[in-house]
């Protein structure tokens, strides 16, 4: 597996490999787009099922952007004997590679021209079983991406670095 940036590196870079969009009808493929715009406390403009989402309380949800690294999917199908698992089927809103993306949990990171603050570990569903059974399973444990709140809105595409500004939590 390629040697990935963590904690331990200040101002750290990764890359952007793939943005993808969930469908309209749930349970369809993600859509594969070359760039999407977030909205500050809003999410993915283009992402209608989920933009300016509200909790059962009113409050606005801060599950805004899913991400995840194409070397720890490619790690998992590896050890599932799966060749590879296509660009968007972790349903992932972005694909990274370079970075280690747990490691900057409570961390602001700068995507494109957008800052997100990575909050919490994804939370792997069933469909991933339904990719390879025992994927679930292994995304346990730090091996299943973020979840990021918009701290900045702006423009996120395809080849755009991804790199951390912050060692503490901000104001949000």
């Known amino acids: 597996m390629k040697e990935l940036s963590s904690a331990s590196d200040k101002a750290a870079i990764g890359r952007v490999l793939s943005l993808h969009l969930h469908p309209k009808q749930a349970g369809d493929a993600m ?4 760039e999407f715009t977030l909205e500050t406390d809003n999410g993915i403009v ?9 909790r059962s309380n009113g409050n606005l949800s801060r599950r805004q952007v899913s991400l995840i690294e194409r070397e720890v999917l490619d790690d998992h199908a590896s050890a599932l004997s799966v060749v590879t698992f296509p660009s968007g089927a972790a349903r992932a809103n972005i694909e990274s590679n370079g970075i280690e993306l747990a490691a900057y949990l409570q961390r602001t ?7 997100l603050f990575f909050y919490a ?5 069933s469909k991933m079983d339904a990719l390879a059974p025992g994927l679930r399973e292994r995304m346990l444990n730090g091996r299943q ?5 918009v701290v900045q ?4 595409r395809v080849g755009d670095n991804i790199q951390v500004l912050s060692e503490t939590l901000p104001v949000i």
């Not at 283009?46 to 509200?54: G, I, M, P, S, V």
């Not at 809105?153 to 996120?156: E, Y």
């Open 31 to 34: 859509i594969n787009v070359l």
């Open 46 to 54: 283009e992402n209608t099922r989920y933009f300016a989402k509200r």
């Open 109 to 115: 990171v700068h995507i494109g021209t957008a800052i």
């Open 121 to 125: 570990h994804r939370d792997p569903c």
């Open 145 to 149: 991406g973020v979840l990021a709140q």
């Open 153 to 156: 809105g702006g423009l996120i």
